[in-house]
């Protein structure tokens, strides 16, 4: 009976404390799809009356009914779903070429966003004329004949022909095998300690998720 009590005191103070935020901060969506991912704290919708309930760094934006994040370092990636509990974001290339948005994608810090899948170092080749059959060109970053791009261990031999691209760490070599245009494109997140809020010209209220929670009015 008294733990019911308490029970019912905890679920009443967790709804006191929580309601606020609800009705401050209710969870968006760009389309009324159920399938559109929620978009919740960190994230938060860029031209909506919600920046205050996202983390600077966590922007996303709508187009059309897309719901959609900017990489400086490659562009716009569609946000396929966002899972909060796993913290995996789901991405898709609009442009269908995983491989240029591992080649491009710089995910050094201070960016709060790493691969969700363990990286290796691989090497991108850029090559005159085709490597022997067991090494796959990457078809959306090669050209129809004049020249071919291929990602290679960094420990294979770079033949005359062959330009090093560049060497990077990236979840996936390229396979024809996953044609998959959201393959390998899971990133993760880590929210970034205050001081780097604070340098980073974040608003101030952006200390913590708790910080944050508890300036809510
Ligand atoms: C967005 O969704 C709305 C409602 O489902 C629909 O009427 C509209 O045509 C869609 N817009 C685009 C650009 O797909
Ligand atoms: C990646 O971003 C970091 C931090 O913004 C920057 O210092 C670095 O030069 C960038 N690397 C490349 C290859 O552009
Ligand atoms: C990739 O290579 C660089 C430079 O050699 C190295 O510093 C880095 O630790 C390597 N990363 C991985 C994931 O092996
Ligand atoms: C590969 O090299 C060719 C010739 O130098 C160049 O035109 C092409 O843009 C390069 N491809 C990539 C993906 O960088």
Redesign the pocket.
Known sequence: MVSFFFFILFVTSFYANTKPIEANCPPVQCSHDAAAPEIRYPFWLKDRLHQNCGHPAFELFCKENTTMIHFPSYGDLVVKSINYHTKKLQLVDPKNCVHEVFLNLNLSLPSVFRYYYV???YTYLNCSARLPPSFKQVPCLSSSSAYFVYTVK?SVEVPLYCRVMK???IPFAYSPYVADNSFGLGLTWELPRCENCKEKGGPKNFLSKTAFLNYIP
Do not use: C, E, G, L
């Open positions: 990286v290796k170092n960094p060497t990077i760490a």
